[in-house]
């Protein structure tokens, strides 16, 4: 099917659809969705992406309390009746937030896909079982990802050297991590990491992937909810500017470079330890690069993907035109190869 041309009446045809195991499975139109995202994925952003078919995440963390979260939740579902899930983020800390009561307050709102991140989902599978909730577990590693299905996720996310986050210590990048993935997985599973438009979604369809997952390119939509200077830096950015820090303490970053991720990785380079960086990479001032647009408050998350990324389209449209992308790449241009 040739691509509408945009301003005809073609250009407001459906998307056309690409079925995979990720759409039956979270019951949505497109095999899209957008990653959990501390202090970008908050309603507007899920709603949206979802809206437009794909799945659009939650992220219950941004929530000061499981009591806020059941209240962001509800005005997701204020603004989609579609599916959307939550990201639950467990990460070993000196204080951690009441992981338990964030869990209940999820399944007390009805909410029935859980992106699960930072640790293995293990002690928290019986509990999503029980509720008939879906859990997406996303990591960065095959092992990982098989030890997951081991436990009865029912999808996993896999997150390549090129993501934005945490890419774990095994630098993989997605060319290798994705096929592997697909050698080793029986489940169905996004390929996460250098996703930004329909290229890669066939590319990850072909790997073996049913389905992408996507932060950098939704932080940079209409609905994302944070600065817009910090949108246009990374609409200017190459795939170069990223920097990975806590690279000796085991607990890769990769982050946007500026002033203060340069100076944390060299401090850390020079022997450093956590103490020695902590007040640098406090959340605090990484928190007002995205409500103040200071560029250089604090260290920030993107990946390598900004290379990819050249505008600011509602979520939606990200969703849609990387789907149009997609089956073009995969309908029209691969027929140029047949006899
Ligand atoms: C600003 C930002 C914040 C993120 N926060 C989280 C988070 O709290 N939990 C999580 O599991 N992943 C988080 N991620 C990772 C994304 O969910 C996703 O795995 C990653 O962005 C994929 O790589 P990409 O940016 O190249 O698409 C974050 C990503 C970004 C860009």
Redesign the pocket.
Known sequence: MPLPVPGTPESVAPTPRLRTRITELLCIEHPVVQ???????RAELAAAVSEAGGLGIV?A?TQPTPADLAAEIARTRRLTDKPFGV?L?ILPSINPPPYDEYRRAIVDSGVTIV?T??SSPEPHMDFFHEHGVRVIH?CTSVRHAVKAERVGVAAV?I?GF?????PGEDDIPGLVLVPAAADALTIPFLA?????DGRGLAAALALGADGI?????F?CSEESPIAEVVKRRIVEATELDTELIFRSLRNTARVARNSVSVEVARILADGGTFPDVQGLVAGSRGRRVFDDGDLEAGI??????QGLIHDVPPAGEIVTRIVREAYEVLHANLAMFRA
Not at 162 to 166: D, N, V
Not at 213 to 217: E, I, P
Not at 300 to 305: H, S, Y
């Open positions: 990653g959990g995202m501390m202090w970008v994925g992220t963390l990201n983020t992106e991140a930072g996303k996310s997150d090129e993501c934005a986050g945490h996460s990491g250098g996703f930004a997952n996507m932060g950098t390119r932080m920030w998350t993107a990946g390598l993907v």
